[in-house]
Nanobody, 122 residues
Framework: QVQLVESGGGLVQAGGSLRLSCVVS????????MGWYRQAPGKQRELVAA???????NYADSVKGRFTISRDNPKNTLYLRMNSLKPEDTAVYYC????????????????WGQGTQVTVSS
């Protein structure tokens, strides 16, 4: 069974930094695109950053220049380094990945982690 587990969230003061991690586990053939999404109470889930299997990245305008997405393919791990955090960054952050699990031979399926809470105080 493919699972995505996020970690690294917590409470931080404005201007501080956090690094989120997402480990993809299970019987995996391949991982294609990966990304971080976030959702604040009463708001829609939004894309924060995405990264392809080749390392190409894309960021939401609100985090560009402050956040850095990266991946360690041999470890099946996704990271999000968040610097200069603002109260507006407060949300539950979700890991997303297109995973070709060995139990599903037809191709990639999209998986989500359980989310990790990031709270930025002023």
């Amino acid at each position: 069974q493919v699972q995505l587990v996020e970690s690294g969230g917590g409470l931080v003061q404005a201007g501080g930094s956090l690094r989120l991690s997402c480990v993809v586990s299970g019987s995996i053939f391949s991982i294609n695109n990966m990304g971080w999404y976030r959702q604040a109470p009463g708001k829609q889930r939004e894309l924060v950053a995405a990264i392809t299997s080749g390392g190409s990245t894309n960021y939401a305008d609100s985090v560009k220049g402050r956040f850095t997405i990266s991946r360690d393919n041999p470890k099946n791990t996704l990271y999000l380094r968040m610097n200069s955090l603002k109260p507006e960054d407060t949300a539950v952050y979700y890991c997303n990945a297109d995973v070709w699990g060995k139990a599903y031979s037809s191709g990639y399926l999209q998986y989500w982690g359980q989310g990790t809470q990031v709270t930025v105080s002023s």
